[in-house]
């Protein structure tokens, strides 16, 4: 008697199908961008007695509505404003109880004390583009990486991670909660000596 | 009649596609996975600019969106060239951005009422006079952490 077999299925048009599928999430799929700045406002109640700073401790930056950049009332490009602010920041011109003992810089007594007392000052114009005032926000931000990664190597010369690594993989979520432990002391002594001191003023209006 | 016909020679013989399927469902499952779904259509040209000390946003249900740029080609008609806020999935004025801030922080769950991040997406083109409005009403209604988003990539990209 001949042997009976199950007749075998097409699959020939199984390859149109999951082409037909594979089109739909081609097209539907957008590739997230989820990175960027992290900035903090300041509140908005008054302050009712503003701390007075010198002035030899205040950087300004002004980006004005041409997106021209005026520095410490000088004119500049923005490929000089990360050095200019490294400078700035790393300066320690400070004496007495001032004094900065991890400064590498000019020791300049018309920059700033030390890098807990400087701030930097940014100020744009109401007509600034929006891509110029976010190229002076990260070469500012690059500025206090350069000098946090430093400070973080100096300290931790055997963790063979830099500042901005370490900070990544602390706020990875796949990091264990022991290693990100033994990472938070050492983060936080680095931003304790180089504080993010970043102030944005309100924009001065054209007309 | 001979019992050995000769072979015809010259015919190449046919490619086998049996394992198309296979290659095809590979890319699929890459896709499927690589997807997210965007839960709001843009209606804004959305043309961010580029920095490279960025950090990660957090999670996505901690993040609130907020869009600006121009209107889009198609919206142009109706609402003109001039940079406008876009809220969810429709344009909305500044006075509206503390509203939503408050609706979104409301819909939230309660331990992650108070570490929740406002995301600007805002196109390159974009005046900073829009954003400082955005950022006044953001910090009415206490909510200061901020990220701007960025393409990652130099920033001189963003000189041009």
């Known amino acids: 008697m001949a042997k009976r077999s199950a007749p075998e299925v097409n699959a020939g048009s199984m390859a149109d199908i999951a082409f037909l599928l594979l089109i739909f999430f081609l097209v539907t799929t957008t590739i997230e961008t989820d990175s960027g700045l992290n900035r903090k406002l300041p509140p908005m109640e008054d302050v009712v007695d503003p701390p007075i700073i010198k002035q030899r401790n205040i950087f300004t930056v002004v980006v004005n509505k041409n997106n021209d950049l005026l520095v410490e009332e000088k004119p500049m490009q923005i490929s000089e404003l990360r050095a200019a602010a490294v400078a700035f920041l790393d300066n320690g011109g400070g004496k007495g109880e001032d004094a900065c003992n991890f400064c590498q810089g000019a020791r300049d007594a018309s920059s700033s004390d030390n890098p807990d007392k400087a701030v930097i000052s940014l100020k744009n114009d109401r007509e600034t583009d929006y891509k110029v005032y976010i190229a002076v926000q990260n070469e500012l931000v690059a500025a206090y990486n350069e000098l946090r990664n430093r400070e973080f190597a100096r300290l931790n010369p055997n963790v063979g991670l830099s500042y901005v690594d370490a900070d990544r993989k602390y706020s990875d979520p796949r990091t264990s909660p022991s290693e990100k432990e033994a990472l938070k002391p050492k983060l936080d002594a680095v931003k304790a000596l180089f504080p993010q001191k970043l102030s944005e003023a309100e924009p001065s209006k054209t007309n | ?160």
């Open chain 2, 1 to 160: 009649m001979s019992k050995f016909k000769k072979k015809k020679g010259g015919d190449l013989p046919a490619i086998s596609t049996a394992s198309l399927p296979d290659i095809v469902f590979m890319l699929l499952f890459f896709f499927m996975v690589a997807t997210v779904m965007r839960d709001s259509t843009l209606m804004v040209v959305n043309t961010l600019p580029a920095a490279d000390q960025v950090q990660k946003l957090d999670k996505k249900d901690r993040v609130m969106y907020i869009y600006a740029g121009k209107p889009s080609d198609r919206y142009q008609e109706k609402y003109g060239t001039q940079p406008k806020i876009q809220l969810n999935d429709k344009f909305a004025t500044v006075q509206d951005v503390g509203a939503f801030v408050l609706a979104e922080r409301a819909s939230k769950r309660q331990e992650l009422q108070n570490v929740l991040t406002t995301a600007l997406k805002v196109d390159g083109e974009t005046n900073m006079g829009l954003i400082s409005d955005i950022k006044q009403e953001l910090r009415k209604v206490n909510a200061l952490k901020i990220n701007y988003t960025t393409r990652n990539g130099d920033y001189t990209q963003n000189l041009r």
